[in-house]
């Protein structure tokens, strides 16, 4: 199950604005900002993240990040494990992400193509 998605943008101001008119239809809005990436959302979650692009960059050549939901630390674990051992290259080990929220659990890696893969459980330790 994919639980975000991030953009690069070249013009962080004009993509939020853009972005915030044009997903208001679907009741999505900006629920968090932290300058260099905002994420939108509906019901309280952010699952539509833009980023800054590095200056001078092409964002259509940039590394997309995508997220997949876990179920559990476990398998937030057992997906970072597989990951590395089909060629994967490690982009921050499995633990806590307290700079998101409180019980953020991730794990990034890198794909072959240069593209940063997530897997992420949101739940305390022991529930689902």
Partial sequence: MIDHVSLPVTNMARSKAFYAAALAPLKYSILMDFGVAVGLGADGKPDFWLGQAPAGSNPASTPVHIAFRGDSRALVDATYEAAIAAGGKD??????????????????????????????????????
């Fill in 91 to 128: 982009n921050g080990k499995p633990g806590l992400r307290t700079q998101y929220h409180p019980t953020y659990y991730g794990a990034f890696i890198t794909d072959p193509d240069g593209h940063n893969f997530e897997i992420v459980n949101h739940c305390e330790p022991g529930t689902v």
